[in-house]
């Protein structure tokens, strides 16, 4: 069964950390693109971050550069999303997805056909 694994998600107060981890089973990540999104109550669903297969290339939305860090150890099969100085406003549901067209390029990442989704991990930002 192929499938991704969000976990790390909880409940933080603003200005703390945590590192969301998407794990795949039954395939290997080393020729997808991984793409964090989140979707917050009410809202439509955004891309946060973008992993090209070897790693080399990243992107990120406007509202979490220089917070947030996309990284991957396609040895562990796993992708990270390491979260600082988090804000209410990042509340949502976080969802990692592989796609493996254009997995050398985070460009227009959030509009392409993902294979794979993971079920999402909550973030609360609260104090």
């Known amino acids: 069964q192929f499938q991704l694994v969000e976990s790390g998600g909880g409940l933080v107060q603003p200005g703390g950390s945590l590192r969301l981890s998407c794990a795949a089973s039954?395939?290997?990540?080393?020729?997808?693109?991984i793409g964090w999104f989140r979707q917050a109550p009410g809202k439509e669903r955004e891309g946060v971050s973008c992993?090209?297969?070897?790693?080399?290339?990243?992107k990120y939305a406007d509202s979490v550069k220089g917070r947030f860090t996309i990284f991957r150890d396609n040895a562990k099969n796993t992708v990270y999303l390491q979260m600082n100085s988090l804000k209410p406003e990042d509340t949502a549901v976080y969802y990692c997805?592989?796609?493996?067209?254009?997995?050398?390029?985070?460009?227009?990442?959030?509009?392409?056909?993902?294979?794979?989704w993971g079920q999402g991990t909550q973030v609360t930002v609260s104090s």
């Open positions: 992993i090209t297969s070897s790693g080399v290339s990243t």
């Open positions: 997805a592989a796609a493996s067209s254009f997995h050398y390029s985070c460009s227009g990442y959030v509009s392409r056909e993902q294979d794979y």
């Open positions: 039954g395939f290997t990540l080393d020729y997808y693109a």
